[in-house]
Structure formats: C-alpha cells, structure tokens
C-alpha cells in the first residue's frame, strides 16, 4: 500500500499549470512538515516534502492557497527521472495529492478567532475525575445542538 498524510505550511504558492489533452491543472508545491522529535537543545527541524496535484484538487489550491497556509494532504509517493540540459540523471520524489484540506481556520491563521463567535472548544477540558478520556459537556450545551 502506497499512502501518504502530511500536515504542513506551504513553502511558497502553488505554481499552477494548465496543459495536457483536457487542458487540465496541474499545480506543484512544497510543504514543510515538521519532525515529531528534535534533539535536545536544538531547534525544531522541519522536512520540505514536494508535492504535485491534478484537476479539481489542483484548482483548489490556485484559488485558496498561499505561502503560509497549513494544509493537510493525502495521497501518495511518486519516484521519477530524467535527464536535464547537463546530460546527469535526476532523480525525483513526489507526493501526488489525491485530497488536500486546510489544517486550520482562516481566523486562527492570522491570530485568533476573535470574530468567528467559535473559540475552537477551548473551553471544553478532559474530565480529570472519570479518568476515561472523554470530556466532559457543559451543561445547557445540548440545546445548542441543532439535531436535538
């Protein structure tokens, strides 16, 4: 099984082509993915992952993504080559992204969700005396629910 998920901000916008029999998009980018574990006294590190998209998920990004912007993508790796003007052989390592999704709000994005009217459920926190990892819901929260 070839399956990739990454969660990281664009390095830079997407450069977007159109080309092919469909004139289709075409849009490449990098990521920056950070390392779950750094080394004491160090900095956190961060991988820089290329990633290229097509069609409709390629659309997206030329529309909504810019450099900065955290991004959640799904798909998969693909290895490649070829020969540039030099004659040396390249080798090349991408994932292709079949779902892309933004990571976080517009609003948390620029600092805050001071007009959202949605804190992000910072005011829910995990029960500490039923010790079973759920949280507990405040009450009067259940009439908000728009399926009650």
Do not use: H, W
């Not at 920056?32 to 160090?42: G, T």
């Not at 990892?133 to 009650?148: A, H, S, T, V």
Request: aromatic letters at 10%.
């Amino acid at each position: 099984m070839n399956k990739v998920i990454l969660m990281g901000r664009l390095t830079r916008d997407p450069e977007v082509r159109y080309g092919g029999a469909n004139n289709s998009a075409v849009a490449r980018f990098s990521l920056a993915v950070d390392r779950r574990f750094k080394r004491e006294n160090d900095e956190q590190t961060a991988d820089f992952i290329n990633c290229v998209a097509f069609g409709k998920t390629a659309e997206f990004l030329e529309k909504y993504a810019r450099k900065g912007t955290k991004f959640v993508v799904e798909g998969r790796i693909q290895t490649g080559s070829y020969t540039n003007k030099e004659g040396q052989k390249v080798y090349t390592t991408d994932v292709v992204c079949e779902n892309v999704e933004f990571a976080e709000s517009k609003n948390s994005q620029s600092g805050g969700a001071a007009n959202s009217g949605f804190d992000g459920g910072s005011n829910f926190t995990p029960s500490s005396d039923a010790g079973d990892g759920f949280m507990n819901i405040p009450d009067g929260i259940d009439e908000e629910l728009p399926f009650n």
